[in-house]
Structures are given as structure tokens and as C-alpha cells.
């Protein structure tokens, strides 16, 4: 059974930064394009960024040049690096796995399974 536990949430001022991390138990993430999606409260699911199985990066156009995502290979994880955090940058924040590359990289029945989420507050 394939599992993402989406972590590393907090409360953070505005221009800091946090790092969330995508593990997974029972499936090995470099075969897997990952997307980190993000829903604020009253809003619709949106694609954040994402990495392809060929290491391929794509990023929406409101946080290209501040978020950074990454694998890592030996810890089976992919990280969102979150830097210049903005209050509108507030949501639960989801991993999601598809076993292939999605041909529209925001669409969310592209991907098969789905972390838990995790709470990013940008506050001051």
C-alpha cells in the first residue's frame, strides 16, 4: 500500500522560510513524478511545483524564484524549499505521486496517490 506523509509545516513570519518534506513507505518516489499542491481556506487546489521522473522542475509563476523543489534519493523524499514566504503563501500544503509523467502537470487526476497535507501559516 502506497503511503506520502507530507510534513514540515509551521507558522512562520513573513520572509522566512520552511522546508516540507514528501516521504513515502511502499513505493520507491524516483519512479514517480511528485507535485506539491497547495489549498488555502476557501479556494481552489493548486499546483505549487513539481518534479518528473527524467528530474524535469516546473513552477507556478507566484512562487517561481522563492520555492525550490528537490529529491533525495538515499532518504526516499522529495523537499519543497520555501524561502521569501508570503502571508497569501498560507494553505495546507500536499504531496502527490503519478506513476507517469503527467501531460498537464497541475491537473489533479493526473496523480494516484496523495499525502496527508500539512499547515503552512505565514504570519506576523
Known amino acids: 500500500d502506497v503511503q506520502l506523509q507530507a510534513s514540515g509545516g509551521g507558522l512562520v513570519q513573513p520572509g522566512g522560510a520552511l522546508r516540507l518534506s514528501c516521504a513515502a513507505s511502499?513505493?520507491?518516489?524516483?519512479?514517480?513524478?511528485i507535485t506539491w499542491f497547495r489549498q488555502a481556506p476557501g479556494k481552489e487546489r493548486e499546483g505549487v511545483s513539481s518534479?518528473?521522473?527524467?528530474?524535469?522542475?516546473y513552477y507556478a509563476d507566484v512562487v517561481r524564484g522563492r520555492f525550490a523543489i528537490s529529491r533525495d534519493s538515499a532518504e526516499n523524499t522529495v523537499y519543497l524549499h520555501m524561502n521569501g514566504l508570503k502571508p497569501e503563501d498560507t494553505a495546507v500544503y500536499y504531496c502527490a505521486a503519478a506513476r507517469q509523467d503527467p501531460r498537464l502537470v497541475w491537473a489533479t487526476y493526473e496523480y494516484d496517490y496523495w499525502g496527508q497535507g500539512t499547515q503552512v501559516t505565514v504570519s506576523s
Open positions: 511502499g513505493v520507491t518516489l524516483d519512479n514517480y513524478a
Open positions: 518534479v518528473y521522473r527524467n528530474w524535469r522542475t
